[in-house]
């Protein structure tokens, strides 16, 4: 079985920083791309920032110059470092990961989700 938690959401001042972590678990061959997705209230899910097994990173053009994110490979986690934080980035979000399990289909997998709120 392969698990996802993620970690590091709360509340934060406009302005202020968190934090996000998302550790994958379980019968893992290879990770491939890692990202963080987000999900406010009343919106579709969409792309935070992905980043390859190699380093290759994207985001969203809301999130650009903002937000960075990282990955640790011999630990299979990825992080999300959010500065600058806005009203507009409260949301729940979810960390997702393509993932190669020993002995089963290559998937992508989700996280839990972890709330983040942006308010004074």
């Known amino acids: 079985q392969v698990q996802l938690v993620e970690s590091g959401g709360g509340l934060v001042q406009p302005g202020g920083s968190l934090r996000l972590t998302c550790a994958a678990s379980?019968?893992?061959?290879?990770?491939?791309?890692m990202g963080w997705y987000r999900q406010a209230p009343g919106k579709q899910r969409e792309l935070v920032g992905a980043?390859?097994?190699?380093?290759?990173?994207n985001y969203a053009d809301s999130v650009k110059g903002r937000f960075t994110i990282s990955r640790d490979n011999a630990k299979n986690t990825v992080y999300l470092q959010m500065n600058s934080l806005v009203p507009e980035d409260t949301a729940v979000y979810y960390c997702?990961?393509?993932?190669?399990?020993?002995?089963?289909?290559?998937?992508?997998?989700w996280g839990q989700g972890t709330q983040v709120t942006v308010s004074s």
């Open positions: 997702n990961a393509d993932i190669q399990p020993w002995t089963a289909t290559r998937r992508d997998y």
């Open positions: 379980g019968s893992i061959f290879s990770i491939y791309t």
């Open positions: 980043i390859t097994n190699g380093g290759t990173t």
